[in-house]
């Protein structure tokens, strides 16, 4: 069994107890208080413990570490405030990933995977073009048309919008306005590039809960400087990522360390601007994910940035210092002190706008799942590097990664591209034929007609009822 390890030191040195960890937790604090470095420590404890750890890079100072620190004068000093003795530098094992394939392993998801819920997110639909986009995807379920990449998506749209009046009478009215509208947004995605994310080969959830042969947990650090630039894209990726796992993971209960930890930086961007129903739905997984062993712990500025049913359910906390300056800022810090088990030695609302870098209140769950009295503590240095390390060094990390050759060379299947290309091509051949029996007096059912009536007594074929999806749209139980 893990035992409690070691992660800040005040008046009383304060412990995280591993089977606590799937009850989730918050990092918060300004800017340039040490969320990065609380964050960093907390990785790689959970690293050393043998638990994998998943978590964005998203200011891209995060790769170090993978290499033993003890250049930084900070660090030292540090070290001898705290008296920490015997205290090492030491590395973590890390995989790096990367949308754009150009900093680590390509990170691609097939349009199917992801589902039509996060879809619509991600291209800011409106409520009429998302029920347009359900359908969509609901006619190619049932007709084992399968999406894996942008062109595909773009084939589909235009084939339900030609034969919407085929389709009404089962799925429902198809406009086209709406099927032009989502046209538009998939263009815009891959005029930014973001298309490479779907296609295949797609992300195998196995590859991220892995240790390394001293029974460390692998790091998967996702490449997200530049992923930034596209926020609704960077959080709908972490939150595709997090409703796979809660599908495919089986149950498990509490264990004396979870299966996996899943950082998620600057949180406030998971529920910016969501439709209510999604916001459901993701408070959903993340009550239901602690059973499946994953412990969920979110970054931001902002406490009051983190909706109060889930903010409810992180139960372990790092606060670092926040500003006063606004009426908002005024709440938030109200907000935050009044979450903790008091501390009479403490006044909470004060400390909060007086906490030092890398100084915070901290409070983690007790044996019983009790919040722990709040304590106001430095953060312990990480024993990895404080910054990036540099391309030969990813390289290397890159070249002796478990998946290594794995992901790297794409792969075009037939999909629902090639399919309606070839019906297409068909419909062309039947239609000459057609013209060319009228001019004999001869009438023969046109082939594409013939499909297409084919196609719709077709919907709830074996392969349509195969297809099942989860909680936030995803394909249920992963690849069907």
Not at 67 to 74: Q, V
Not at 253 to 261: F, M
Not at 444 to 459: D, H, N, Q, Y
Request: charged share 25%; glycine share 10%; proline share 5%.
């Amino acid at each position: 069994m893990a035992g409690p390890f070691f992660v800040a030191r005040g008046e009383k040195d304060v412990f995280f107890l591993p089977p606590m960890a799937n009850r989730h937790g918050l990092i918060a604090g300004a800017t340039g208080t040490g969320k990065t470095v609380s964050l960093q420590v907390l990785a790689e404890n959970f690293s050393r413990i043998g638990v994998p750890v998943f978590m964005a890079d998203v200011k891209g100072d995060l790769s170090g570490i993978s290499t033993p620190g003890g250049s930084n004068p900070k660090v030292a000093e540090r070290i001898r405030m705290l008296k920490l003795k015997d205290f090492a530098f030491s590395g973590c094992p890390v995989t790096c990933w990367d949308v754009w394939g150009e900093t680590g392993h390509p990170v691609r998801t097939t349009i199917s995977e992801m589902g039509p819920l996060l879809l619509s997110r991600l291209f800011n639909l409106n409520e009429t073009q998302t029920a347009v986009l359900t359908l969509v995807f609901k006619i190619a379920d049932d007709n084992g048309l399968l999406l894996l990449d942008h062109k595909d998506l773009r084939a589909m749209l235009q084939y339900v919008g030609d034969q919407a009046g085929t389709f009404r009478t089962s799925y429902g009215n198809i406009s086209p306005a709406s099927v032009g509208g989502i046209q538009r947004s998939l263009l815009e995605l891959e005029r930014q590039g973001t298309d490479r994310l779907f296609g295949e080969p797609a992300l195998i959830l196995d590859d991220f809960i892995q240790t390394d042969n001293q029974g460390r947990g692998l790091i998967n650090l996702l490449t997200a400087d530049r992923l930034m630039q596209y926020p609704k894209l960077y959080a709908t990726l972490l939150l595709w990522l997090l409703s796979e796992l809660f599908e495919s993971l089986p149950e498990v209960g509490d264990q004396d360390k979870p299966r996996l930890v899943f950082f998620f930086d600057e949180a406030h961007l998971l529920f910016s601007d969501t439709p209510r129903v999604l916001l459901e739905k993701i408070e959903q997984v993340v009550r239901l994910i602690r059973s499946k062993g994953v412990g969920v712990y979110f970054v931001t500025q902002n406490p009051l940035d983190i909706p109060d049913t889930v903010l409810g359910q992180l139960g372990n906390r790092i606060q670092h210092g926040l500003r006063a300056f606004t009426p908002r800022d005024q709440k938030a810090v109200k907000s935050a002190a009044t979450t903790f088990r008091t501390n009479p030695k403490l006044d909470v609302d004060k400390v909060i706008t007086e906490l030092g870098v890398g100084e915070a209140l901290v409070s983690f769950l007790d044996e019983k799942g009790q919040p722990g009295i709040v304590e106001r503590a430095f953060i312990l240095p990480p024993h990895g590097q404080i910054g990036p390390i540099d391309a030969g060094q990813r390289r290397r990390l890159m070249e002796d990664s478990l998946v290594s050759g794995a992901y790297e060379k794409a792969v075009d299947r037939e999909s629902a591209f090639e399919i309606l290309g070839k019906r297409a091509e068909k419909k062309l051949i039947a239609n000459q034929e057609a013209r060319a029996e009228a001019k004999t007096g001869r009438k023969r059912e046109g082939l594409l007609e013939a499909m297409a009536k084919s196609t719709v007594r077709s919907v709830g074929s074996t392969l349509g009822r195969q297809i099942v999806r989860g909680i936030l749209g995803g394909i249920f139980g992963g690849r069907r």
